[in-house]
């Protein structure tokens, strides 16, 4: 008797070759009867195909056309309800399939897991950033999202989607990124499973989306406010379209808006006025952090609204940093900034 489908890993790649066959081997050395995996290369032009082909795994070449189409094209591909877009870069942990099935069921709408940091060498960075909690919710979340527009969640490879959820990137036309809206519409459709065990492998690099935005770069800033605020009116739309019938946010007034508009403030030679820096204070206390990380931004803004700017635009750097911030370092960015740098 065959084996009912339950989970589609689709591993979209354009130009890892260096990374691919990695992240390949990392699922089929652990793939199920009940999984489906398929590799699809965006057109890639580094010899990704031949590493793919050689993996002797399911796989289709189409012509460039971004991440989000690479990923429809899997989605057309594949039958399982529950589906997970790894990226090519990325890789699953011994033993995080069996994790995964055993939380699935038909409620489940998103499941997320924890990654672990690494390099471009594989070598260990640090765990997971963000640290997830484990929990199992739905209103609770939804409520929360209905408020702030977010929720604490992996990048693209620690979540998996129920198919429904998966399929509203073909409505995203406003960025390339796969996860965005459809991380913070899970819970208005289903519930959301929470994992803190790190079961899958974050590769941090230079080629990688998340390090393709200069830190001082005023411009990479006002791009992402924009495309978030799109993100977040696309969420309104599909909240309401799923039956919310509560409030929902102002994608203008939420913390990461407010956050990323004081940023863009200071990194564009300006000093913060109250107008920018009282708002997001208050933001910030919607946030579901502890005490003392809340204290520590509202001093990081405090300081970055009154500091010459160079040192504020230092500050901004090191809070934007992917990984090895503390409070030390922090004080140590202070004492040792230049005050006359500016941003470029």
């Not at 993996?55 to 039958?79: E, F, K």
């Not at 702030?148 to 509203?168: E, H, I, K, M, Q």
């Not at 799109?230 to 956050?259: C, I, N, Q, S, Y």
């Not at 990194?267 to 933001?283: A, D, E, K, N």
Request: hydrophobic residues 40%.
């Amino acid at each position: 008797m065959t084996q009912t489908i339950k989970l589609a890993i689709i591993v979209p790649c354009y130009n890892y070759g260096d990374y691919v066959g990695e992240a390949i081997a990392s699922v089929a050395s652990q793939l199920r009867d009940d999984c489906e995996l398929i590799v699809i290369d965006d057109g890639s032009t580094d010899g990704s195909w031949s590493v793919i082909s050689d993996a002797g795994v399911r796989a289709v070449r189409i012509s460039n056309g971004g991440a989000i189409g690479a990923c429809v094209a899997g989605l057309d591909l594949t039958t399982a309800p529950h589906v997970l877009f790894l990226d090519a870069d990325d890789k699953l942990k011994p033993g995080a399939l069996d994790a995964i099935l055993s939380r699935l069921d038909p409620e489940v709408a998103k499941l997320q897991f924890a990654l672990t940091r690494i390099d471009a060498r594989g070598e260990w960075i640090s765990g997971a950033v963000p640290a997830l909690d484990d929990y199992r919710e739905r209103e609770a979340l939804a409520v929360r999202v209905a408020k702030t527009g977010v929720y604490r969640s992996p990048p693209t490879s620690g979540n998996v989607f129920r198919r429904d959820v998966a399929d509203l990137i073909r409505e995203i036309d406003y960025e390339r990124y796969v996860d965005g809206v459809l991380l913070y519409a899970a819970p208005f459709t289903g519930d959301v499973v929470s994992v803190s065990e790190e079961l899958g492998c974050y590769r941090v690099h230079g080629r990688n989306v998340a390090n393709t935005v200069h830190k001082s770069d005023a411009v990479g800033i006002r791009n992402n406010v924009e495309r978030f605020i799109k993100r977040m009116e696309h969420l309104k739309v599909v909240a309401r379209r799923l039956g919310w019938e509560g409030d929902l946010f102002d994608p203008h007034d939420v913390f990461v808006t407010r956050e990323r508009k004081f940023y863009l403030e200071v990194v564009s030679g300006r000093r913060p006025s109250l107008s920018c820096l009282v708002p997001l204070l208050v933001r910030l206390t919607d946030e579901r952090l502890e005490a003392k990380n809340k204290l520590g931004l509202a001093a990081l803004f405090v300081l970055a609204a009154v500091l010459p700017n160079g040192r504020a635009t230092v500050l901004i750097n090191y809070r934007l940093k992917i990984t090895g911030r503390s409070a030390t370092g922090f004080l140590r960015e202070v004492a040792t900034s230049n005050p006359r740098a500016r941003a470029p």
